[in-house]
């Protein structure tokens, strides 16, 4: 048995809860995860995981040697990475998951400044704005706005993306320009909503004087909604409503003339920016890296305030 992959194999059953979710993060087989782990459990002489045709969970001499197991793999990563230069020894896959618009408008314009500085590191990247099980898919990291609905796992506040109120040119030609939020309530007004993935429902928008006199809840009749952020922004664009989006993702297109910023005298509260990661897993030399580099770049970013 070898050890290392037995503890490996142990560690990431224990994070995911499943021998399959195991096995597709080593990229090894269903039968071999199992194998090192009962070589592990036959070595020590303890049961270290409760098994069902449903579900494995760990016992308590499991969870406590989890933890030491996690702190191992940790000490030897770090003892690897300490024998060459730093940047040369960040090497091997990261699975990180953001949301398609910062995907295309922010970090896959900069991975080129990423590659050449961490040549060593393969970057698989998602990019959708769907909410992925960042445990049970073995992801890495996933930055995402808003508040997290997922409490188990860490996370760290990145950024703050400032929002914005806009619409098409052609749709204010049919429209007019709203002069206060309950405009947008009645005809001839209409809004592309965002849907959440996980209800289904439209995410709400409340609008706040700058002098901050007043909060208005933004209701109206919607064209369209959508659960893709850059389907949402299309959708502004081309005309089809009005359009509550980061400033980050609409600055492009005012400066093409494509869309026209509204409510000056309004504004919408900020959008936090997180980057989250399991929870009792190890924070990688070439992770804590990406982070690093994530900050930097967001730091440079027009609308995105840092924490």
């Known amino acids: ?39 592990l459990e036959a070595r020590l002489r303890v ?36 024998l060459s230069d730093a940047a040369a020894a960040l090497h091997g896959r990261l699975r990180v998951d953001v949301p398609s618009p910062l995907a295309r408008l922010v970090l896959v314009p900069a991975l080129p400044d990423f590659q050449a500085r961490y040549p060593g590191i393969e970057l698989h990247l998602g990019a959708s704005d769907r909410m992925v099980d960042v445990i049970g898919d073995a992801i890495d990291c996933v ?11 860490m996370a760290r506040r990145v950024g703050e993306l400032a929002m914005g109120v806009y619409a098409a040119p052609a749709y204010l030609q049919r429209a007019g320009h709203p002069a206060h939020p309950r405009d ?17 429902r439209i995410a709400p928008v409340t609008l706040h004087r700058r002098d901050g006199g007043e909060s208005v809840p933004v209701h109206g009749r919607h064209a369209l909604a959508v659960d893709d952020g850059n389907a949402y922004l299309a959708a502004g664009v081309a005309g089809l ?52 580099w ?3 770049l967001l730091a440079r970013q027009p609308g995105v305030a840092l924490p």
């Not at 000490?75 to 690897?80: F, G, P, R």
């Open 184 to 200: 947008l309530a009645g005809d001839p007004h209409r809004l592309v909503g965002y849907l959440r993935w996980r209800s289904g």
């Open 294 to 296: 994530v900050v930097e």
């Open 241 to 292: 409503g009005v359009l509550c989006v980061p400033r980050y993702m609409a600055q492009p297109h005012v400066a093409r003339g494509e869309l026209v910023p509204l409510l000056d005298g309004w504004r919408m509260d900020a959008m936090p920016l997180y980057l989250a990661f399991p929870p009792h897993r190890h924070v990688s030399a070439k992770l804590r890296t990406f982070i690093d």
């Open 143 to 153: 930055l995402r706005g808003g508040e997290l609905a997922d409490s188990t796992l």
């Open 1 to 39: 048995m070898d050890r290392f992959d037995a503890l490996q194999a142990f560690a990431r059953v224990v994070e995911t809860g499943s021998f399959t979710q195991a096995a597709r993060a080593l990229n090894v087989s269903n039968a071999t995860v199992t194998q090192l782990v009962q070589q």
């Open 47 to 82: 049961k270290l995981l409760h098994r069902t045709t449903r579900q494995v969970r760990v016992t308590d001499d499991g969870a406590a040697y989890y933890e030491r197991v996690v702190r191992v793999l940790a000490d030897l990563e770090d003892a690897d990475s300490g």
